[in-house]
């Protein structure tokens, strides 16, 4: 595991959790079911997380919801602490999930998966392996057309709310820059050392 990679993450607990952190959360679905059937699920899954993050405020950079999995990359802008927000939501969604397609039991397969991001390197790498998920799996030819990510806004292709421009400003000329990194393939849907993270039991709780 190279180095950037390395002092880019921390495994967190709750008291690492702090006002301007930067945090990554993601989790899948318990034995590899689906968390998405329909488009509807996908859109009741972000109406309701409109909703949680009034009362628990943060800016959300890059997201992506994928039929068994999701990628959330956030900054936490209160005391409040962001994990919380998947805690209430994904409470509310389970339940609508079950009620719906008659299941019981968990959803997710494990508790949310979550790490501090401290370096901005890694941080615009995890944007781009983000967005690039559906392709990866693929879902689709490019990433502009997974509707289910924030990567049309990303490129002014649609004005969603859950989306902050900030990283785009700071480190792009333009969406058509950031959109020329995506196609490098090489750079991140063939790279092993981010996938290795996330899968390495001394990054998790």
Request: charged share 20%; aromatic share 18%; with cysteine.
């Amino acid at each position: 595991m190279s180095q950037v990679y390395e002092e880019s993450i921390i495994r967190l607990r709750q008291e690492n959790f702090i006002k301007n952190g930067l945090y990554h959360f993601y989790n899948r679905a318990v034995d590899n079911e689906l968390l998405f059937r329909s488009a509807a699920d996908y859109i009741l899954f972000l109406k309701k997380l409109k909703e949680i993050i009034i009362n628990i405020p943060v800016t959300i950079f890059a997201y992506c919801l994928m039929p068994n999995h999701f990628h959330f990359l956030l900054r936490q802008k209160s005391d409040l602490a962001a994990n919380h927000i998947f805690n209430h939501l994904f409470s509310f969604y389970s339940q609508k999930y079950n009620w719906k397609y008659r299941r019981w039991g968990k959803l997710l397969g494990n508790k949310l998966q979550h790490k501090g991001i401290i370096n901005e390197d890694y941080l615009i790498y995890l944007c781009q392996y983000i967005h690039c998920n559906p392709v990866k799996a693929g879902l689709c030819r490019a990433p502009e057309d997974w509707e289910f990510s924030n990567y049309k806004e990303w490129l002014g292709l649609r004005k969603g709310t859950l989306f902050s421009n900030e990283i785009l400003l700071n480190h792009f000329s333009s969406p058509a820059d950031y959109q020329a990194t995506i196609y490098e393939y090489e750079k991140f849907l063939g790279a092993k050392t981010f996938l290795a993270l996330l899968i390495d039991d001394k990054y998790r709780y």
